[in-house]
């Protein structure tokens, strides 16, 4: 698991140089010390033990809580949206942190439970107002984006603790309704993004440029690219964000399809590892927490991806390990420490009220 990610990082890092016009500056020596940094961090994390995980999660999520509030106080923006804390190291995102700081709240939530108390609808309001109140926060800086990775993955918690489908169908059903009231509350920029969607051609040189020149990009590249380090569409400037969300189009556009397979299949590789590992786990805590970040990681890859290829309306969604950026990095490397956690720990037991012992 620990080769697969140095290996997609490796790519990432690759992409990162020729985005720099084969110059390790800007983004990839930078990326280099994060990466470092994060595997470093995942080591450790996967090394602590899970009964600590398990006793300080709620206390995790309180402190992310807390700091998506002060985002609204003193966060930074950037790109019209205000999602960030200025630590003077680093441009802290609280929205990423929230992700495995949720899915672990939920985890020890739904630790232990027994079948009648999942099927008493009143149980549910605690986990479901653990969710309300950060993607609410996120919502309002604006990030649909990452609202909707938040309440996916916690999602999957919700399944996979054994909550009846009636129970989701009544939730989809009560989203589609509300879709009317929804779009009236999205930001002049989310409606654009969504008519884009519908029909790029319309404005092509203003809100479909993104995506048009990520398809051209993509289509260019055909089987196997025209080379590393001579796409012309990111070397000539053309794809914008190149070195972040629209990283995976310039991989296509120089590698191909089989370059773009490749990496699709290292992820799945990843994500069949993390899968694994939550089956193989006998605590129901972390086959919670385990099946719950290789979700998030999966809603990563999925929705980057789909986006640039113009499947789904454009969001601010990087590529893990491939894309520029430190607070998702490290997000994404914490969230694979705690999968390799439970993997160490797999045979340990943690009761109702947190009692442990080895199976």
Not at 266 to 295: D, P, V, W
Request: hydrophobic content about 55%; proline content about 4%.
């Amino acid at each position: 698991m620990v080769f697969l990610i140095i290996l997609i990082f490796s790519v990432g890092f690759a992409m990162l140089f020729s985005a720099g016009n084969g110059n390790v500056n800007p983004w990839a020596s930078r990326q280099a010390i994060r990466f470092g940094g994060g595997l470093l961090l995942m080591l450790s994390v996967a090394l602590i033990d899970i009964r600590l995980w398990f006793r300080y999660s709620y206390a995790l999520y309180f402190i992310a809580l807390f700091l998506l509030v002060a985002v609204e106080v003193m966060g930074t923006v950037g790109m019209g949206a205000q999602r960030w804390i200025d630590l003077k190291v680093i441009q802290l995102q609280p929205s990423e942190v929230m992700k495995v700081c949720l899915i672990l709240a939920l985890a020890r939530y739904f630790n232990g439970v027994s079948v009648e108390d999942i099927g008493r609808p009143t149980y549910l309001l605690i986990p479901l107002a653990l969710i309300a109140a950060p993607a609410a926060l996120v919502l309002k800086q604006p990030d649909l984006g990452t609202t909707v990775m938040l309440v996916m993955a916690a999602g999957a918690v919700f399944f996979c603790a054994g909550v009846r489908l009636w129970k989701f169908a009544i939730v989809g059903a009560a989203g589609l309704a509300a879709i009317p009231i929804g779009w009236q509350l999205l930001h002049d920029y989310q409606k654009a993004r969504v008519m884009t969607f519908m029909n790029p051609e319309t404005d092509p040189l203003g809100t479909g440029y993104h995506i048009m020149q990520a398809m051209i990009a993509l289509g260019s590249g055909g089987m196997f690219g025209k080379g590393f380090l001579l796409g012309s569409q990111s070397h000539l400037n053309f794809l914008p964000e190149k070195q972040t969300d629209f990283i995976f189009t310039m991989l296509a556009e120089e590698f191909g399809m089989v370059g773009g397979l490749g990496l699709i299949g290292l992820y799945i590789l990843l994500i069949i590892y993390g899968i694994a590992i939550s089956l193989r786990t006998r605590n129901q805590f972390g086959r919670l927490l385990a099946i719950g970040l290789t979700t998030n990681l999966f809603l990563y890859v999925f929705i980057n991806i789909a986006m640039v290829m113009g499947l789904i309306p454009v969001v601010g969604v990087p590529l893990p390990l491939i894309s520029y950026g430190g607070t998702a990095m490290l997000t994404v490397m914490v969230g694979l420490g705690l999968v390799i956690s439970v993997y160490v720990h797999r045979d340990t037991f943690i009761s109702r009220r947190g009692v442990t012992e080895e199976l």
